[in-house]
């Protein structure tokens, strides 16, 4: 029979409950019972606790999703611990707005479910509950304890791909805290009396803009290697200095991310880059050695110099994209993605424009050639790629300005992303400014005076038109005699 629980842990006595297994992307559950009292991990002994009184912090319930007070207050009256975590408590601790509202609470993912009616619960590894209130999502996860694995063996399962195999399981409120990524991100604030508890040291590392890893770092990096990008994405977004024990493993367990799924590496490039400090997250990604497991041609590309190309190209299209998040503008990932990959494209097509392949063809095989090797590392939906592939297309196109050309290709669906593009392409140096100025002229102006625009341009401009050629008479059908 299925334990819907975990009971109360206490120490010195055996505990039931539940461990996880995946095996060939199945999960198998199995109940489990184990000595609560084990060996102290000394790289992730936690502080004595400290209770922030609501008069020495700035966190206030007016700062706080409404939705996620509801969710707060009917597990209270239900008779259950429940708490604000993680990011969002960071966030309000530092004067920032954040972005989603979490809560953990020692209620079960079924008890949960039956308090609130609005609530599915997900997840395989590890069931939590998402309650929905329209398009705002609050997410509710039990405490989690450190996995069975760490407590009882010291050689960790290995499942043959450079990360270790872990179970989850339930627990209490410090071994919540235990399982965190970084002390900043263990901080509980407390429906109950407006408190905020810190057991990791998060309070003293959030005040020196410290961000540090609780455990051991390098074995928490091969528990899932996407905590390195944690670590670079939020070292950029806070502004934050990354703790000398933390940043230390990440250069040479790097490799590990070549492990992880295409898909989820996608998100987690999303992330990175839109999440408006896309510039500073780069330079730190180039720094530690990460940005080559993500886009390994561009990595090579950027080794090499044409006239500040494209070096300069690539960042200036993410402090693009900040300045649009900063005026709360839409962004495209098709452009960012366009403009990391441009540079292998250019160097692919002109090899083979070399070989005798004609323009736009060796632009169409480069463009493949380029995308198929980065799905490798970064699933790239088609939703996306499709987009990319025409803003690279356009840019030939918008070499043509004769005739009616510039009015249809104003028009088109892409013009202004492909537009864009080409002002960075100009500002790096690769083609004429005159260019780019023209375009953004002809934008401006009405339809008159954009017919004066065309006709001043040289004759020459363009590509020539390619001639046709006349076609060959065919000889008369000779004629039959009728016999008259």
Not at 407 to 412: A, D, K, V, Y
Request: glycine share 6%; proline share 6%; net charge positive.
């Amino acid at each position: 029979m299925r334990p819907q629980t975990i009971a109360r842990q206490q120490r010195g006595v055996i505990i039931p409950g539940i461990a996880y297994y995946t095996t060939n992307n199945k999960r198998t559950e199995m109940p489990i019972f184990w000595w609560r009292r084990h060996k102290a991990d000394p790289n992730t002994t936690p502080v004595a606790p400290v209770t922030i009184p609501r008069s020495e912090h700035a966190i206030s319930r007016s700062l706080i999703s409404e939705n996620a007070l509801k969710v707060l207050y009917r597990l209270k009256e239900a008779g259950y611990a429940a708490f604000l975590v993680g990011g969002c408590v960071r966030d309000l601790m530092l004067g920032r707005e954040p972005k989603d509202f979490d809560v953990v609470t020692e209620a079960t993912p079924e008890q949960i479910k039956e308090v609130f009616r609005n609530a599915r619960l997900i997840g395989r590894r590890f069931r939590l509950a998402h309650v929905h209130f329209g398009r705002e999502i609050i997410e509710v996860a039990t405490f989690r304890a450190k996995p069975l694995a760490t407590a009882e063996r010291d050689d960790d399962a290995d499942e043959g791909e450079g990360r270790l195999l872990r179970d989850n399981v339930f627990g209490t409120q410090e071994e919540d805290a235990l399982r965190r990524d970084f002390t900043v991100n263990s901080l509980y604030y407390n429906i109950r009396d407006f408190t905020v508890v810190d057991y990791m040291g998060g309070m003293q590392d959030l005040k020196k803009g410290i961000l540090r890893m609780i455990g051991d770092p390098a074995t928490r990096y091969r528990e899932d290697p996407v905590r390195m990008l944690r670590a670079i994405r939020f070292a950029a977004k806070l502004g934050f200095r990354i703790e000398p024990g933390t940043a230390a493993p990440i250069q040479e367990r790097g490799q590990l991310l070549l492990e992880v799924p295409p898909a989820r590496m996608f998100e987690e490039v999303i992330k990175l880059f839109h999440g408006g400090h896309a510039l500073a997250t780069f330079e730190l990604l180039r720094q530690y050695g990460l940005f080559r497991y993500l886009f390994p041609l561009t990595e090579d590309s950027l080794a090499t110099e044409e006239n500040n190309f494209p070096r300069v190209l690539v960042p200036e299209a993410l402090a693009n994209t900040d300045a649009r998040i900063a005026q709360d503008k839409p962004v495209n990932p098709a452009f960012m993605f366009a403009a990391f990959l441009w540079e292998p494209v250019r160097q692919e097509r002109q090899r083979l424009e070399a070989k005798g392949m004609n323009p736009h063809d060796a632009l169409q095989h480069a463009s493949e050639r380029v995308l198929r090797e980065q799905q490798r590392h970064i699933t790239i939906p088609k939703r996306f790629s499709m987009p990319m592939r025409e803003i690279w297309d356009m840019q030939s196109k918008l070499l043509r300005r004769h005739g009616k050309h510039a009015e249809r290709l104003i028009e088109h669906k892409r013009f202004r992303a492909a537009y864009d593009f080409l002002l960075l392409r100009a500002h790096a140096g690769e083609v004429d400014q005159e260019l780019a100025d023209w375009w953004t002229r002809f934008q401006e102006v009405n339809p008159d005076e954009r017919d004066g625009l065309v006709s001043a341009l040289a004759p020459q401009e363009g590509p020539a038109r390619r001639k046709r050629r006349p076609r060959k008479r065919r000889p008369a059908a000779a004629r039959v005699p009728d016999g008259s």
